[in-house]
């Protein structure tokens, strides 16, 4: 089952956990008791004594406030995050034609270089995805990209590009080491770097108080949520929920 830890100012001592439905997942909500001015190691006795009722409950993910603080105190409980690397790379093909949105660029006259150690699945699926769609694509994948880019030109007769012909619109970094580009979206790790884009449901807002990147990718994961229905708003885009 996943979990929800969050603090919350409000009277009590004892860590209250309960059902919810999130977006139709049901999730066990644990929930911290604090108060202002609460000593540090009184705080995260309670923290611990939270993630003990988790994990009596089956909880071993969690998902929290983006800015949550006690994350050292869940790994030694056995507890760990929603790792988001996988939700976004599925994600590259969407963001970068996002990217180009807000660049004011059409697909059909924009480059978009691939990059990675080797060729993943997930970046050949954003390969076959954006050939058909951008002007330019260039793969920076070692020999595995080489062999992707002749298959690419074969397949859809597209103008792949070398990696090293020039700055492209965006890069979809799959791995360390990317080179610059107008925007880079760093798709791996525990916290992919998405350039300032925000990514967002179209049909419906989602709740506050949780970090919203590892949200989208256990619901994504857990089949409540579809492609379609993700959206990326540009950089500064400021919502309520």
Same mark, same amino acid.
């Given at each position: 089952m996943m979990g929800? *830890? /969050?603090l919350t100012e409000r009277r009590g001592r004892k860590p209250q956990a309960e059902r919810r439905w999130l977006l139709g997942l049901c999730c066990l @909500? $644990?929930?911290v008791?604090?108060?202002? $001015?609460? $000593? /540090? #190691? #009184?705080l995260c006795r309670r923290v611990e004594r939270g993630c003990d009722l988790l994990l009596r409950s $089956?909880? #071993?993910r969690v998902l929290t406030a983006e800015d949550f603080p006690y @994350? /050292? /105190? *869940? +790994? #030694?409980?056995?507890l760990r995050p929603v790792e988001p690397e996988t939700f976004c790379q599925a994600q590259a093909a969407p963001l970068a034609l996002a990217a180009l949105g807000w660049q004011e660029r059409r697909p059909e006259r924009a480059s978009v270089l691939l990059y990675g150690r080797r060729v993943s699945p997930a970046l050949f699926r954003a390969a076959e995805q954006l050939c058909p769609r951008v002007r330019d694509l260039a793969v920076d994948a070692g020999e595995e990209g080489e062999e992707l880019a002749g298959w690419l030109r074969a397949e859809f007769g597209a103008a792949v590009r070398p990696p090293e012909a020039g700055q492209a619109d965006v890069v979809l970094a799959f791995d360390p080491g990317a080179p610059a580009g107008r925007t880079v979206f760093h798709l791996y790790g525990h916290r992919p770097d998405l350039a300032g884009f925000l990514p967002a449901l179209a049909d419906c807002g *989602?709740?506050?108080g949780l970090d919203r990147l590892p949200l989208l990718a256990v619901l994504w994961e857990e089949g409540k949520i579809k492609g379609e229905q993700l959206r +990326?708003?540009?950089?500064?885009t400021k919502l309520l929920t």
């Open positions: 929800v *830890l /969050e @909500w $644990g929930d008791p604090v108060k202002t $001015g609460m $000593g /540090e #190691r #009184r $089956g909880v #071993r @994350w /050292e /105190e *869940l +790994f #030694r409980a056995g *989602l709740p506050s +990326f708003l540009p950089p500064n």
